[in-house]
Nanobody
Framework: QVQLVESGGGLVQAGGSLRLSCAASGSIVSIDAMGWYRQAPGKQRELVASISSGGSTHYADSVKGRFTISRDNAKNTVYLQMSSLKPEDTAVYYC????????????????WGQGTQVTVSS
């Protein structure tokens, strides 16, 4: 019913930039919060940044000042602009839609994208 598709990952040198996009599609009524998580090999998935439907943002300390999350509510799309990338930013980045209301269903749901690889070389 609802799909999240990420794009924009790739290989970049340290100090470079990348922009990730995540588009949610399907029978969506509304989405409360959208966010980006990442998981490096051997590590737990961690929150990178999130943004509410009203535009309030939250960032992990490790990315503050380097990453910027934004959102287009009309397109159900969330973006992550990543700058001054470091090798430790290397991970699979996942998009998340929290508090999603779906046509014909009661309640709120959480959806995840399939992930996109970001590799930062030193």
């Amino acid at each position: 019913q609802v799909q999240l598709v990420e794009s924009g990952g790739g290989l970049v040198q340290a100090g470079g930039s990348l922009r990730l996009s995540c588009a949610a599609s399907g029978s969506i009524v509304s989405i409360d919060a959208m966010g980006w998580y990442r998981q490096a090999p051997g590590k737990q998935r961690e929150l990178v940044a999130s943004i509410s439907s009203g535009g309030s943002t939250h960032y992990a300390d490790s990315v503050k000042g380097r990453f910027t999350i934004s959102r287009d509510n009309a397109k159900n799309t969330v973006y992550l602009q990543m700058s001054s990338l470091k090798p430790e930013d290397t991970a699979v980045y996942y998009c998340n839609a929290l508090g999603t209301r779906v046509v014909g269903r009661v309640g709120y749901y959480v959806y995840w994208g399939q992930g996109t690889q970001v590799t930062v070389s030193s």
